[in-house]
């Protein structure tokens, strides 16, 4: 990411250092000079919220290094952090509050913003000023939406439903986080908060497809994720839950497939493979399912033979049975 951060060295103005000369055209978001903002990419959206939990990327740099003391875009999956309690710089918290989701940019932080006066040895040196490279993939605003599921259902029920609809969408969005990071169990949890703030709603008539749109993609969620969990029942229950809103909805159908093929029910799975694939015949997921299913229900019918052929044939001595 620090690509663009030795050409600072080449810009005019004798006698002064890199990050000195890089500074000059920086913004001052701190009010002291003490972090100061270059906007490489423009973002979009709102502003990043003071209890957010963010996902970003990022690389600290010291004054004519090219190589990062500390950086976590080696990682295939950031971590999410959550601002005042996993983002130790003070420097780094005020630049995020600056920026919106997608935004790519480079700060200059004092070391007042950064490692103080003594520096964090061996690494950063005394009274070091450090550049940052930021990128904000997303952020989550996990202070109202946990506002929000404290509350009673009577208490709930007072708000307009777009709030209980962006809530439940929040939760719904830490879930599918944690599942990225395979973090199965907890995913769940943040899933069923979504769908009981969603079934404690009535919504009037008008406005109730918009729980229902909602509720759908929760059902889907939960029923992948208990696959994940192998726990099957579960998954068939929720696929079957998603397919009353939605009874032609693809992903529902496979998943339900899925669920039946691993309770081995293989003409059940058969039955939502088919139906899965009708709605998308181009589908290669619901297409190796359906060659999966046909292995599964060959072996299947082998050792059922078998054991038939066991059953029925001859014994040892050559006698069959009911013979003196």
Known sequence: MHSNTRSPGALGGSGLSPYQRL???????????????????EGAGELVTPDASVLVKYSG?????DKPFDSNCFRKTPRLMKLGEDITLWGMELGLLSMRRGELARFLFKPTYAYGTLGCP??????????????????????????????SAEQQSQFPLQKVLKVAATERE????LFRQNR????????????????RRTAAPEEQHLVE???LLVFLNLSFTYLKLERPTMALRYGEQALIIDQKNAKALFRCGQAC??????QKARDFLVRAQRE?????????????????????????????????????????????
Do not use: W
């Not at 199965?184 to 703030?197: C, G, I, Q």
């Not at 181009?282 to 299947?300: G, P």
């Open 280 to 324: 998308q015949p181009f589908n290669h997921d619901i297409n190796n399912e359906l060659k999966k299913l046909a292995s599964y229900y060959r072996d299947y019918m082998d050792k059922e033979r078998e054991m038939c052929h066991r059953m029925f044939a001859p014994g040892d001595n050559g006698s069959t049975v009911g013979e003196n």
């Open 23 to 41: 500074s000059q055209r920086m913004l001052d978001i701190s009010g002291d000079r003490g972090v100061l903002k270059d906007v490489i990419r």
């Open 261 to 266: 093929l691993l309770m081995t029910e293989y």
């Open 174 to 177: 830490f879930g599918n986080y």
């Open 61 to 65: 740099y010291l004054e004519h290094m």
């Open 213 to 215: 749109t909602a509720k």
């Open 184 to 199: 199965f169990y907890d995913a769940k949890v943040r899933y069923k908060r979504a769908l009981l703030l969603l079934h």
């Open 122 to 151: 061996p690494l950063i040196p005394p009274n070091t000023t450090v550049l940052f490279e930021i990128e904000l993939l997303d952020f989550l605003d996990s202070a109202e939406s946990d506002k929000f599921c404290a509350l």
